[in-house]
């Protein structure tokens, strides 16, 4: 059964840092992966989409990579600002649905 | 593109009524999903739609229906509301049977006493 885990479950940073963020999954027979942001009280902004068959993604100041081999993601955000304070959450595509598995996220808060 | 809307955005039922949740997107996407968000479990998926006529049930599917008449519209209903159904329920689309980027909707909070 694919699991997919996000350590740390919260991280505090001060603004200007670089920081990474991780998402494991169990079972490489995946689809796609997918990086989400969820400020509070709201709904969940797509991030990065990386494909099965490609290794990162880049958006401006986000880097997803993807390995597949070792079961990992990992979401770079470079030069951290307060406005990027919210909880990641990454899911991978899997099965023969194509049904999201879900992380439980990371809670970012970037210190001014 | 108003992209996917969902109304409304907060709802108080009381046990053992009925009502239904509103999910419409204008981005043609055939892929449409029903998600509840509960503190420490993450999302789940509740029922999925691949197309118009055609659904299917997620993880938790037990006290909810839908249906999906036209590509656009995704309605959500809960049958006899029950307390364990407070939460935080997300729709969301994509264009194709998920290989696409997941569009999600503002969300709607629903309390049931």
């Known amino acids: 059964k694919q699991e997919v885990t996000q350590i740390p479950a919260a991280l505090s940073v001060p603004e200007g840092e670089n920081l990474v963020l991780n998402c494991s999954f169990t079972?490489?027979?995946?689809?796609?992966l997918q990086w989400f942001r969820q400020d509070p009280g709201k709904g969940l902004t797509s991030l990065l989409l990386?494909?099965?068959s490609q290794r990162e993604q880049t958006s401006g100041r986000l880097n997803a990579s993807l390995d597949k081999s070792s079961g990992r993601s990992t979401l770079y955000i470079a030069a951290s600002q307060p406005g990027d304070s919210a909880t990641y959450l990454c899911?991978?595509?899997?099965?023969?649905?194509?049904?999201?598995?879900w992380g439980l996220g990371t809670s970012l808060a970037v210190n001014p | 593109n108003a992209g996917v809307t969902q109304t409304p955005k907060f709802q108080v039922l009381k046990t053992g009524q009925s009502m239904t949740l509103q999910c419409a997107q204008d981005?043609?996407?055939?892929?449409m999903s029903w998600y509840r968000q509960d503190p420490g479990m993450g999302l789940r998926l509740i029922h999925y739609?691949?197309?118009?006529?055609?659904?299917d049930q997620g993880e938790v599917p037990n006290g909810y229906n839908v249906s999906r008449s036209t590509t656009e519209d995704f309605p959500l209903r809960l049958l006899s509301a029950a307390p364990s159904q407070t939460s935080v329920y997300f729709c969301?689309?994509?264009?194709?049977?998920?290989?696409?980027?997941?569009?999600f909707g503002p969300g709607t909070r629903l309390t049931v006493l």
């Open positions: 969301a689309s994509s264009y194709s049977r998920g290989d696409g980027t997941q569009y």
């Open positions: 981005m043609n996407h055939e892929y």
């Open positions: 739609s691949v197309g118009a006529g055609i659904t």
């Open positions: 079972d490489s027979a995946i689809y796609n």
């Open positions: 990386i494909q099965s």
């Open positions: 899911a991978v595509r899997a099965g023969n649905n194509r049904k999201l598995i």
